[in-house]
């Protein structure tokens, strides 16, 4: 079921988002031929996003990419997040 909701900006983290939010469909396609058919299940997941973000002003465009692809996180950031875990950032031999 599709239906339109509000959501965390990804970039500011405020809720001023709205969206449609489309969850996992399968889709079954199947081909048959002597050698054998062929079927193939598709999975995905997407974010339709209705407006951007008014709090700190990314557009439309940019917060839908972020939501689909992910947001790129800093070599800095991933660094900080593993020495906060107890994690060794160096590997001796």
């Known amino acids: 079921m599709v239906s339109e909701q509000l959501t965390n900006c990804p970039f500011c983290g405020k809720l001023s988002i709205k969206i449609l939010h489309i969850?996992?469909?399968?889709?079954?396609?199947?081909?048959?031929?002597?050698?054998?058919?062929?079927?193939?299940?598709?999975?995905?997941e997407k974010y339709n996003v209705i407006s951007g973000c008014e709090e700190c002003g990314k557009s439309k465009k940019e917060v839908e990419k972020t939501?689909?692809?992910g947001k790129e996180i800093d070599h800095k950031e991933v660094v900080k997040r593993i020495k906060k875990q107890g994690l060794p950032t160096r590997i001796e031999f």
């Open 67 to 69: 939501l689909n692809q």
């Open 23 to 44: 969850p996992h469909v399968v889709n079954k396609f199947a081909s048959g031929c002597r050698a054998g058919g062929k079927r193939t299940f598709i999975q995905e």
